[in-house]
């Protein structure tokens, strides 16, 4: 099945908010959503992964640390008419979730970028860290948690970071560890890692 179209659900994205790009679609393209799936987005941005999954998941919620994405993934899935079975929420990673609540399918596009002397008004979607995978294992360690027996996790990497260190945390979660998609950019290659608890 294809991603969601943004013309049909007249997706829009606020100032400051990371637009769905590249990465976006390499990921959205790989994700088989189950009709009993309990699915959560960690920065969902403008909000396209919540919205497909909307469309699909008996349950979603979305996460993002910034207020003004939370914003905008609530009015893109309010103009959609999608919000009925779907949540979103601002906190830090899934910090602000309880230790019991659980899904089949948890999903990020992290910032990934390592850390360098530009700064641009979106750094905080695209820099990951010093190395460029601080967040991302900060994520693989909590989100492990939250995950059902036999539940997956999908997240971009990316060629300019530490991908290695990624599959390592990922296997000491726990998860068994795959490629599923890449794409090489001009500068970089991105990556789709799937985890299967």
């Known amino acids: 099945m294809k991603a969601v179209d943004e013309e049909q659900h007249k997706i829009t994205v606020?100032?400051?908010?990371?637009?769905?790009?590249?990465?976006?679609?390499?990921l959205l393209d790989t994700i088989d959503i189950k009709p009993d799936d309990s699915f959560l987005e960690v920065g969902?941005?403008?909000?396209l992964i919540t919205l497909f999954a909307a469309e699909r998941a008996r349950s979603v919620i979305g996460i993002d640390s910034s207020l003004e994405a939370v914003r905008n993934t609530v009015e893109n899935l309010r103009?959609?008419?999608l919000h009925n079975n779907c949540h979103v929420i601002e906190s830090d990673l899934l910090g602000a979730l309880?230790?019991?609540?659980?899904?089949?399918?948890?999903v990020f596009n992290p910032p990934y970028?390592?850390?360098?002397n530009e700064h641009t008004d979106l750094d905080h979607a695209l820099v990951g860290g010093q190395t460029g995978t601080e967040l991302t294992l900060r994520f693989v360690?909590?989100?492990?948690?939250?995950?059902?027996?036999?539940?997956?996790?999908?997240?971009?990497a990316s060629s300019l970071?530490?991908?290695?260190?990624?599959?390592e945390a990922m296997t000491e979660c726990g998860l068994s560890v795959s490629l599923v998609s890449e794409k090489s950019l001009f500068f970089e290659k991105i990556q789709v890692l799937r985890g299967v608890l």
């Open 113 to 116: 970028l390592p850390q360098d």
């Open 44 to 47: 969902c941005g403008a909000g």
């Open 14 to 26: 606020f100032s400051g908010v990371y637009p769905p790009s590249e990465d976006t679609y390499l």
């Open 141 to 156: 360690r909590q989100a492990a948690g939250h995950l059902t027996s036999k539940g997956r996790m999908l997240l971009v």
């Open 98 to 106: 309880a230790p019991a609540v659980k899904f089949s399918l948890i």
């Open 161 to 167: 970071s530490d991908i290695d260190s990624i599959r």
């Open 79 to 81: 103009r959609s008419d």
